[in-house]
């Protein structure tokens, strides 16, 4: 692994992370912001398919991922040439004026999929551009040795988002209709912008690598993606990880409930127990360091592999438990790998890696959980299960045993 020029310490050292109000304030908005997310997909997802043909509605609820995908390599680089909170307080007022616009248009009587379309066309637009840069962030306020916990503490309070903001966007939607839902999530990201501009102030100078053209800084980040090894295999591992395991939580455990005629209830408790078993994996990770961090994690996920497979056997209780088992391996290997990626990655380079892997999820996750369909249609679930699961299961592995993995300390 290549030496890296590190941030520089622009004043006095951080406090230690127990005593960081101004961490702690911006991990608890970031959460609030998640919140206010999950609140407006399931808001969304509710108006679509009970407003417009099904095939419609899938167009819309993929509105955000096109653009994303297309941008975030230019956001990559964004990130490694421009100011980062400058690029994220532009990033969470268009997207809250997005929504604030939607709102008033759909109080105004303009609905339907052309609005829900260009709302999600615009919003993925400034996620992509900007998504690189908030990877940024935390290596410009924290100690390399605080990476990892400040991650964990973002996981936690992502799961939390989710677990809360969910069926209150459900009550949102039912209550106040759509337009409400758009304004709760617009005033999470006008929330995001004050805490940016008003108390984070970043501790440490970010190195920038300059170039004369956008396409010469592209390709000098997949240089140094070609000469560093280290970097390399924790890309692509961190990229592919999601091609086996998001079908599954997104797909494979609905028919699994659906095919048994156990009834939706249980589709909620299985959400509910992969969400409690990744807070609780993350709080484990946070306390417990390994020497080898990198080599920790993805031997863990090798574990969750088998317990994909297990989601496919025709047991409520074996569902629940595989679940639960799959959440504390995410929660546990996020926290590890987040942490070594954040300290080994070019720190002049983390804008456009962290586009990389972002793209990675991006262009395979939507074409795995089809083809995990097809594969549990044409056999079963069972089969399709245990296929991602070993499939997960051996690449992590292969992961695990790299040298360029295990040196990492």
Do not use: K
């Amino acid at each position: 692994m290549l030496e890296a020029i590190q941030p520089a310490l622009l004043g006095p050292p951080p406090p230690p992370l127990t005593r960081d109000r101004m961490v702690q304030t911006w991990v608890g908005t970031l959460a609030l912001s998640w919140f206010g997310d999950a609140v407006w997909t399931v808001a969304l997802a509710w108006t679509a398919v009970h407003s417009l043909s099904p095939a419609m509605a899938g167009v819309v609820l993929g509105a955000e991922m096109l653009p994303q995908a297309v941008f975030v390599l230019v956001g990559g680089v964004i990130a490694d040439l421009w100011d980062t909170r400058r690029v994220l307080v532009v990033g969470r007022l268009v997207q809250a004026a997005v929504l604030l616009s939607g709102a008033v248009a759909w109080a105004a009587g303009v609905r339907g999929a052309a609005l829900l379309m260009t709302m999600g066309i615009l919003l993925g637009t400034a996620t992509g551009l900007t998504l690189p840069a908030g990877a940024t962030l935390s290596r410009q306020l924290v100690r390399s040795s605080d990476l990892a916990t400040v991650s964990g503490w973002s996981q936690i309070g992502g799961r939390l988002a989710r677990l809360l903001g969910a069926p209150v966007g459900g009550v949102a939607v039912a209550v106040v209709g759509p337009s409400g839902a758009m304004l709760a999530n617009a005033v999470t990201f006008v929330a995001v912008a004050g805490v940016l501009a008003l108390v984070v102030h970043p501790r440490y100078r970010m190195p920038r690598s300059p170039h004369a053209t956008w396409l010469a800084s592209l390709r000098d980040g997949a240089a140094y993606l070609r000469r560093d090894e280290s970097a390399r295999l924790l890309v692509l591992g961190l990229a592919a990880l999601n091609v086996f395991v998001s079908p599954v939580i997104a797909l494979g455990v609905a028919l699994r409930v659906s095919t048994s005629g156990w009834g939706p209830g249980w589709l909620g408790a299985a959400d509910a127990a992969f969400a409690t078993g990744a807070i609780a994996g993350s709080v484990v990770a946070i306390r417990w360091r390994v020497r080898r961090p990198a080599q920790a994690g993805f031997t863990v996920l090798v574990v969750q592999g088998a317990c994909i497979a297990a989601t496919g056997i025709g047991s409520r209780v074996t569902l629940m438990g595989a679940m639960a088992l799959i959440g504390v391996a995410a929660g546990t290997a996020s926290v590890w790998l987040s942490g070594t990626y954040q300290r080994t990655i070019a720190p002049s380079h983390l804008g456009r890696v962290s586009s990389v892997s972002s793209l990675g999820d991006m262009a395979l996750v939507p074409l795995a959980i089809p083809a995990f369909g097809a594969l549990a249609a044409g056999a079963s679930v069972l089969v399709a299960a245990c296929v991602y699961g070993a499939a997960m299961a051996a690449l992590c592995l292969w992961f695990a045993c790299r040298p360029g993995i295990a040196r990492l300390r």
